[in-house]
């Protein structure tokens, strides 16, 4: 299952899974409307701006913004990741794998520096 972050950008696909009203948790994920909100169209890109599970389904929900400055509450079951370059937080995101997965286990010399990222990079595509 993807996961998502603060920051991404994700398009909306299906706007069926959207939570118009959910005063709970849009007053803990910090919408401006506690109250309602409303749906986002089919092809929409938004950004998120927080991260929470419902309740009672265990289902993550997304915060979403829209360029606007409109705001959404819907399953990821909604939404596709945009993909884009990486990020400054994704590169120290590969930095941080490789000091728990390899600094710890072994020896280190550039052959085995190069032969992880090598194989982060083909297991990315």
């Known amino acids: 299952m993807e996961k998502f972050k603060v920051g991404d950008k994700v398009q909306i696909v299906d706007s ?3 939570y118009t009203t959910y005063d709970r948790m849009f ?3 910090g ?7 409303e749906f986002f169209q089919p092809g929409l890109v938004a ?3 927080a991260v929470g ?3 009672s389904q265990g289902t993550t929900l997304l915060a979403l913004q829209a360029q606007d400055g409109s705001q959404c509450l ?3 079951l909604g939404v596709v990741k ?3 370059g990486p990020t400054s937080d994704d590169k120290f995101d590969i930095i941080r794998q490789f000091c728990d997965e390899v600094l710890s286990s072994q020896e280190i010399d550039d052959k085995v520096i190069f032969k992880y990222l090598l194989n ?5 595509q």
Request: proline share 0%.
């Open 16 to 18: 069926g899974r959207t």
């Open 27 to 29: 007053k803990k994920l």
């Open 31 to 37: 919408f401006k409307n506690i109250h309602k909100n």
């Open 47 to 49: 950004e998120v701006f």
């Open 53 to 55: 599970e419902h309740e």
């Open 74 to 76: 819907m399953s990821t």
């Open 82 to 84: 945009v993909i884009s």
């Open 120 to 124: 982060k990079v083909a297991s990315d």
